[in-house]
């Protein structure tokens, strides 16, 4: 079994920061990309930010300068570093990482649950 458990949401005033975590556990042989996503009410789920095995990062147009995603492959943890929050921000946060687990030959996809994010004055 495989599980994402996030954690570091919460209610921050614009301009403020936060920092999400979200980390792997199980049987775990391997992870390769791991990223964060964000969906508001009424809209679609959209990737935020992206990072590979070896540190290379994307990062949607909205956030970038702002939102810094990071990796610790020795915990098999992903950040999210969000700074100069917006409410526009405001959105349950998602992670998702593409695992290998052991004994297998092939690796998917798995989600967290997801941790609200909310930004207001």
């Known amino acids: 079994q495989v599980q994402l458990v996030e954690s570091g949401g919460g209610l921050v005033q614009p301009g403020g920061s936060l920092r999400l975590s979200c980390a792997a556990s199980?049987?775990?042989?391997?992870?390769?990309?791991m990223g964060w996503y964000r969906q508001s009410p009424g809209s679609q789920r959209e990737l935020v930010a992206q990072?590979?095995?070896?540190?290379?990062?994307n990062y949607a147009d909205s956030v970038k300068g702002r939102f810094t995603v990071s990796r610790d492959n020795a915990k098999n943890t992903v950040y999210l570093q969000m700074n100069s929050l917006k409410p526009d921000d405001t959105a349950v946060y998602y992670c998702k990482a593409n695992i290998m687990r052991t004994s297998t030959l092939w690796s998917n996809d798995y989600w967290g649950q997801g941790t609200q994010v909310t930004v207001s004055s």
């Open positions: 990072i590979s095995s070896r540190g290379s990062t």
């Open positions: 199980g049987s775990i042989a391997s992870i390769g990309v």
